[in-house]
């Protein structure tokens, strides 16, 4: 169960999306010092959806275990 959370994590987190477009928008327009504080944040809110992600996953395996 933890492979799949990594494999998961790994390719969501190198998958070009729109927080990626807008961190590299940003970067162009603004700087990298100026962009570092939005790339942290999305960083976060990447950890705090995987975390959220397994937790859910592991409430539903203990309701349905043969799911």
Same mark, same amino acid.
């Given at each position: 169960?933890?492979?799949?959370?990594?494999?998961?994590?790994?390719?969501?987190?190198?998958?070009? =999306?729109?927080?990626?477009?807008?961190? +590299?928008?940003?970067?162009?327009?603004?700087? +990298?010092?100026?962009?570092?504080?939005?790339?942290?944040?999305? =960083?976060? =809110?990447?950890?705090?959806?995987?975390?959220?992600?397994?937790?859910?996953?592991? +409430?539903?395996?203990?309701?349905?275990?043969?799911?």
């Amino acid at each position: 169960m933890l492979g799949s959370l990594l494999i998961f994590a790994m390719v969501a987190s190198f998958t070009p =999306g729109p927080n990626n477009i807008m961190a +590299l928008m940003l970067a162009n327009r603004f700087g +990298l010092s100026r962009t570092v504080n939005f790339c942290l944040g999305v =960083g976060t =809110g990447f950890f705090i959806i995987v975390l959220v992600c397994c937790f859910f996953n592991v +409430l539903l395996h203990n309701a349905l275990p043969k799911a």
